[in-house]
């Protein structure tokens, strides 16, 4: 065949069938399942080859889903455009922050941030950042309410405890008040000068004597209510207990086998009989009745101790060993020993965040407070005896009510340990000696702070109110000095200045004669005013 001839293509005629093809479907469908009954294959085909399926699909769901989809991001658009969102840089990202979002992602600026900011509340909605502040403020508080003060029901003894101190406290406080207005009554020219001669009197302060007074450091030291005695503790473990103004021993304490802390006298201790003898030299008969006289009070509580290991101890000025031991701080050191006004009680504060109120008739523990973050450090009782000021490692102070065991204010304001504290004599005014170099008074009635006195090169060691009538306030520091200031303008009266290392602690007499200080270079000294 040559390429030049036609090729006739031949083509299927079209069939044109009439009529419904169900009939034949079903055939077809019916001979399938017989010959997938007698295993005969059609036309070569495996039997597996056929798809049967029984699943369906509703295009019209889908179809609506996807139109509900669609017609809710075109909603969320028209709420985005329809937004207020600020214009102020600052302030959206201070928006983002409260949502929880990158402040700012890589790339992005101002606008882009302002557009992601306006998706977001069309999604979460306009109000989600006030809910967020909501929620945050509902977090807070609840997190204020399980780390506040809780409380707890005490024993018995406790409670007697508190209306003792109730029925003690009250009539002191109206002593203490009646005595404020009759100073009111006085004039005002008569007042000042009382004040300035007190202050007149502190900023003419020069030492008076040093003596040396342990191999170790002497870590504390404090005044007789007399004024006639003063007593020392010492890293060495031992008490001493010294005459004022000679600075001769009378009394060694050795109880303690480590570091003591602190030590303080009984507010009923006076100079007995046989030191004051010892002090006079007085003959040998006088001497032996003193003796008889000294049986008599050998069971009576006339010092306190504490040391690093824990230990308690209380001691009488007829014997060189412990009258008795408070026992149950151990192994937590306790760093201070406070007396109750009365002379009943005996407030400790202890490293293991607590501290303790102890009846010396008793001697047992009524109360064990907790309510600091951190070690307890220093304590002071009001002068009715009603309030008890604790300062912490935690850099904050509490006054608690010792007749009802609230905590009656909050002392935040310092930034290091509360390592001193006292009440002055007025009773509305509390000092605190901190580790940030800084002196601060609080007023109960404000419940405030009312002045910081930025006091010092070198933390606080100890801080004292003038005890008759607080018209100056003593400050004792680790840059090896002490300072007076006046009350209530806070001017420095006068610096201390003369011990080789840093200053422990320091103590004002009762009646306002001595200043003493004890240091770390195992020495105490004993200011006195030179008017001369």
């Known amino acids: 065949m040559s390429d030049d001839e036609e090729v006739i293509v031949a083509k299927k005629p079209r069939a044109v069938y009439y009529g419904s093809l169900e009939e034949q479907e ?3 469908l019916a001979a399938l399942a017989a010959a997938a009954r007698e ?7 495996e039997l597996g080859d056929i798809q049967i399926s029984n699943e369906y699909m509703e295009l019209e769901e889908e179809i609506s889903r996807d139109k509900k989809a669609l017609l809710e991001e075109f909603e969320r658009r028209r709420k985005a455009r329809q937004l207020n969102v600020s214009t102020d840089d600052d302030e959206v990202r201070r928006s983002l922050r409260q949502l929880g979002e990158p402040v700012c992602l890589f790339g992005e600026g101002p606008a882009e941030r302002r557009v992601r900011l306006r998706d977001l509340l069309s999604y979460l909605g306009e109000d989600a950042i006030h809910k967020k502040l909501e929620e945050e403020e509902a977090r807070i508080e609840r997190d204020r309410g399980r780390e506040g003060t809780w409380y707890h029901e005490g024993p018995p003894e406790l409670r007697d405890a508190r209306l003792w101190i109730a ?21 005002g020219s008569v007042r000042a000068a009382a004040k300035q001669e007190s202050q007149r009197r502190a900023s003419a302060v020069s030492i008076y004597c040093s003596q040396i007074g342990d191999t170790r450091p002497i870590s504390f030291c404090r005044f007789s209510s007399d004024s006639q005695m003063l007593i020392t503790s010492s890293w060495s ?9 000679d600075c001769e021993l009378l009394q060694t304490l050795a109880g303690h086998t480590c570091n003591v802390s602190a030590a303080a006298f009984h507010p009923h201790a006076h100079l007995p009989h046989h030191f004051r003898a010892k002090i006079e030299k007085k003959d040998e008969d006088t001497k032996a ?4 006289d000294t049986d008599e009070s050998s069971k009576t509580v006339s ?4 040391a690093y290991d824990g230990s308690v101890h209380l001691w009488n000025f007829a014997s060189d060993s412990p009258l008795a031991s408070l026992e149950g701080h151990g192994p937590a050191r306790v760093s201070r020993v406070e007396f109750h006004p009365s002379g009943r009680f005996l407030a400790t504060t202890v490293f293991d965040h607590s501290w303790r109120l102890w009846d010396l008739e008793t001697q047992k523990e009524v109360l064990h407070q907790e309510g ?10 009001q002068c009715d005896g009603s309030l008890i000021v604790t300062g912490g490692m935690d850099a904050f102070g509490r006054v608690w009510d010792a007749r009802t065991g609230r905590c009656v204010m909050f002392l935040e304001g310092h930034l290091g340990p509360v390592l ?4 002055a004599p007025a009773g509305h005014h509390v000092a605190t000696a901190a580790a940030d170099h800084q002196a601060k008074i609080w007023d109960l009635r404000r419940r405030a702070a009312i002045y910081t006195i930025p006091a010092h090169t070198h933390l606080l060691s100890d801080v004292r109110y003038q005890k008759s009538h607080g018209h100056f306030l003593l400050t004792s520091s680790y840059d090896k000095s002490a300072k007076l200031w006046s009350n209530p303008s806070w001017h420095p009266l006068r610096t201390l200045s003369g011990h080789d290392n840093k200053v422990m602690s320091a103590d004002i007499s009762m009646d306002n004669k001595y200043i003493a200080t004890c240091s770390y270079d195992r020495t105490f000294k004993l200011w006195t005013p030179d008017l001369a």
């Open 26 to 28: 079903k055939a077809r």
């Open 39 to 45: 295993g005969v294959e059609e036309s070569g085909k």
């Open 167 to 187: 029925r003690y406290s009250l009539p002191r406080a109206k002593h203490r008040l009646n005595k404020a207005r009759e100073e009111l009554q006085l004039a």
């Open 237 to 245: 473990g031992l008490v001493k207990v010294w005459s004022v103004p």
């Open 289 to 292: 009745s003193v003796e008889m």
């Open 303 to 306: 010092m306190a101790s504490c």
């Open 372 to 381: 600091h973050a951190k070690p307890v450090y220093s304590v002071a009782f």
């Open 420 to 423: 001193g504290a006292d009440c």
